[in-house]
């Protein structure tokens, strides 16, 4: 007998399948940590700007691209001026351009999946298990984990733990902040456990997958473009 796993059409408002996605994941945070720079860090930013625009708040998308731009601004200023803060915050602001662009993409991916689609495509595609449950506990963690976070936050403003308190007692600050949020994450995992073995998550039969699964256009597109970052990466690692 197998183990059914009820599925349905996600929220997103770009219908893929999660396995072109992932790849295109794959492909982006390749290129941001990755060696590559100049215009293809650029192209990428771009793209993951513009999947944040078509798929969740345009809020999102302007906080990004804010960052993103001050960040680059900030990057480049070493090359015109030479000095020592100059050229330390230049690479400060290097590398949070790149983990901007790479949290945004992993945002993007986590926000617009739904977990039984990513299951049913890792199934699908026969991964190993060992794979499939941790993406899918992963997957149900962090949404929880920021609600606690953002909990903790309110509660602590309520008490008056805030503004100016913040940056003159940093480490209690901290403190207050971190070990309710871990004990709650602990709990929280602990349930997430629960209802996945419920569920029949850790089953060693195959699941049948009702996911409606098919390569679309979109999905088309999304291949194109990671094979197209591959290849634009490999180039410039060859032309230097």
């Given at each position: 007998?197998?183990?059914?796993?009820l599925?349905?059409?996600?929220?997103?408002?770009?219908?893929?399948?999660?396995?072109?996605?992932f790849?295109?994941?794959?492909?982006?945070?390749?290129i941001a940590?990755g060696?590559?720079?100049?215009?293809?860090?650029?192209?990428?930013?771009v793209?993951?700007?513009?999947?944040?625009?078509?798929?969740?708040?345009?809020?999102?998308?302007?906080?990004?691209?804010?960052?993103?731009?001050?960040?680059?601004?900030?990057a480049?200023?070493?090359?015109?001026?030479?000095?020592?803060?100059?050229?330390?915050?230049?690479?400060?602001?290097h590398?949070?351009?790149r983990f901007?662009?790479?949290?945004?993409?992993?945002?993007?991916?986590?926000?617009?999946t739904?977990?039984?689609?990513?299951?049913?495509a890792?199934?699908?595609?026969r991964?190993?298990?060992?794979?499939?449950?941790?993406?899918?506990?992963?997957?149900?963690?962090?949404?929880?984990?920021?609600?606690?976070?953002?909990?903790?936050?309110?509660a602590?403003?309520?008490?008056g733990?805030?503004?100016?308190y913040?940056?003159r007692?940093p480490i209690?600050?901290?403190?207050?902040?971190?070990?309710?949020?871990?004990?709650?994450?602990?709990?929280?995992?602990?349930?997430?456990?629960?209802?996945?073995?419920i569920?029949?998550l850790?089953?060693?039969?195959?699941?049948?997958?009702?996911?409606?699964?098919h390569f679309?256009?979109?999905d088309?597109?999304?291949?194109?473009?990671?094979l197209?970052l591959?290849?634009?990466?490999?180039?410039?690692?060859?032309?230097r």
């Open positions: 007998m197998t183990t059914n796993i599925l349905t059409s996600t929220d997103s408002r770009i219908v893929a399948d999660p396995r072109s996605k790849v295109l994941l794959l492909a982006v945070n390749a940590m060696n590559s720079n100049g215009w293809l860090i650029a192209a990428t930013s793209l993951v700007g513009c999947l944040l625009v078509a798929d969740l708040r345009p809020g999102t998308a302007l906080s990004y691209t804010a960052l993103v731009a001050a960040s680059a601004v900030i480049e200023l070493p090359h015109h001026f030479v000095n020592g803060l100059v050229v330390a915050l230049g690479v400060i602001f590398w949070i351009l901007t662009v790479s949290l945004a993409m992993g945002g993007w991916f986590i926000l617009s739904r977990v039984g689609d990513l299951v049913a890792m199934t699908a595609a991964l190993p298990r060992t794979l499939i449950i941790p993406l899918a506990v992963l997957f149900r963690f962090l949404p929880m984990a920021i609600d606690e976070a953002r909990g903790v936050i309110e602590m403003a309520l008490r733990y805030r503004g100016s913040l940056w007692h209690t600050a901290m403190e207050k902040l971190v070990v309710p949020v871990l004990t709650a994450s602990a709990r929280t995992a602990d349930e997430l456990s629960a209802a996945a073995l569920r029949g850790g089953s060693t039969r195959r699941p049948t997958i009702v996911a409606d699964l679309r256009w979109i088309a597109v999304f291949l194109t473009l990671a197209g591959a290849g634009a990466a490999m180039a410039q690692a060859v032309m």
